[in-house]
């Protein structure tokens, strides 16, 4: 609108800047006869969140969007018309007809940039969107106050409290987040981050669909990558699967914390909580950092290990020999490991070497079984050739539950003080000749974790 005005006389600039924020209104609802234009704005009750018509950056273009209200730094944790902006002041937010939440601007015509899509044939007049305390809006049934749609289902690049990440097996509906193209284009970039369920369900960042980073499977505590969610005082976690879905959401104890947690445009997954005293947004963790991060820095059937100070960061797993020995001796260990020359693991006399405090391999190709003991898991992979690796599936009360490996040790990484044991396979003579615990190199090195929230 400035830019349109300048050429006209001083005071009539004055004059329709005037006419422009006395049409500006607040709202607290968003019906058929009440639309949301740019410029008015969207409370939730407890005027934490607001909806509106926002530009990122250093961008011109127009979005809708929802922010921390009560956050000097404007921060956007959803957009609606990501990848379909706005370019002038002209949008309108309404209810349509078939009771649909839509997005319209003057130049685009009848076509709406965006909608809620509900093929609904509920009466525009007995719909409305609202803004609720958690920051979730969503579209309502006024006569029976039922949801028909809510952000929360559709997630940008931000996981709020009480936001579900996973999949609903039942409808397919996929929570995951998709990180910004830049800071100044909110448009889907080429980071995601999701759950995978396949084989045993386990969290990961892909980068255009390639894993790039994995936080392991759930052991019952935390992401067996993430030690850092060992911390307690922020989130309530609630971890669900079964046969309706596989999903995690995080409650918080305390209300007046504002946290969230951002898929970056540079790959980046963050928790940061928001620090009103310095007015800056503080960062407890971050992923991936650091080489041992990376999806299969190592390759199959090695480990990576941080820690190592001066040496090279990866070493095969027990029983295992490098691949390409001369990539191995330049500290590439992109090929991986392969079983030892003449090893049989095959009814041989062969047993297990536990590996201590790690993050376990890729579980997509695991078998899991929550009935057994650790025990029991020895056993039945002791029985089956192809069995290569076990550990237990959960870490509460004491451990229970099998996890087992049929095949390549994939993305292997030790930490310093906090993670799973896991048990490989090897034969009689690498049995004889190992300590019952293998711990890479970390006895002689003190580095402890910075136990910030994850999530």
């Known amino acids: 609108m400035a830019a349109s005005i300048q050429s006209l006389p001083f005071f009539l600039q004055i004059l329709l800047l005037h006419l422009h924020q006395s049409h500006c209104k607040t709202l607290n609802t968003i019906s058929a006869s009440l639309p949301l234009h740019d410029g008015d704005v969207l409370f939730s009750n407890n005027k934490h969140f607001a909806l509106g018509f926002f530009r990122p950056g250093n961008s011109t273009r127009r979005f809708i969007g929802i922010w921390y209200n009560k956050v000097s730094e404007q921060t956007v944790f959803w957009v609606a018309n990501r990848d379909r902006p706005i370019n002038d002041t002209s949008g ?13 601007c003057c130049s685009n015509g009848s076509s709406p940039l965006w909608s809620t899509n509900m093929s609904t044939t509920i009466f525009d007049n007995t719909t409305t969107a609202k803004l609720q305390d958690t920051g979730n809006f969503i579209l309502l049934q006024r006569l029976n106050n039922r949801v028909l749609w809510q952000s929360f289902d559709h997630p940008t690049d931000t996981l709020m409290p009480f936001m579900k990440l996973g999949l609903d097996r039942r409808t397919g509906m996929d929570w995951v987040l998709t990180s910004w193209k830049s800071m100044d284009d909110p448009g889907p970039g080429n980071f995601t981050h999701r759950i995978d369920p396949t084989g045993y369900p386990q969290i990961f960042v892909y980068k255009n669909g390639a894993p790039h980073w994995r936080g392991g499977p759930w052991t019952g505590l935390r992401w067996s990558g993430v030690p850092q969610m060992i911390n307690p005082y922020i989130f309530n976690v609630s971890f669900v699967n079964d046969q ?99 090893a049989s693991t095959c009814q041989s006399g062969e047993g297990f070497i536990k590996v201590a405090r790690v993050k376990v391999p890729d579980t997509s190709r695991a078998h899991a079984d929550m009935s057994m003991s650790l025990k029991e898991c020895e056993e039945e992979c002791l029985k089956n050739c192809s069995c ?18 049929y095949d ?48």
């Open 244 to 342: 309706e879905e596989v999903s995690i959401s995080f409650g918080l104890r305390n209300m007046s914390i504002i946290s969230r947690m951002v898929m970056d445009p540079s790959g980046l997954i963050q928790r940061s909580t928001w620090q009103d005293r310095g007015g800056r947004w503080i960062q407890f963790y971050a992923a991936p950092v650091e080489q041992c991060d990376y999806y299969g820095a190592c390759g199959a059937n090695s480990n990576c290990n941080p820690y190592n100070t001066g040496q090279f960061a990866c070493t095969c797993l027990p029983g295992f020999d490098p691949r390409s020995p001369a990539d191995w001796f330049l500290r590439d260990g992109s090929g991986g490991c392969m079983r030892s020359p003449g």
């Open 92 to 104: 309108v937010l309404s209810i349509n007809s078939q009771g649909d939440i839509v997005l319209h």
């Open 408 to 455: 390549d040790l994939l993305d292997t990484r030790t930490f310093s003080d906090i993670g799973q044991d896991l048990y490989i396979r090897v034969d009689a003579a690498v049995l004889g000749t190992q300590e019952p615990t293998f711990v890479l190199n970390l006895l002689s090195f003190n580095y402890i974790d910075s136990l910030g929230p994850y999530c």
């Open 388 to 405: 290569t690796a076990y550990s237990a599936a959960d870490e509460s009360r004491g451990g229970f539950g099998c996890l087992a490996w």
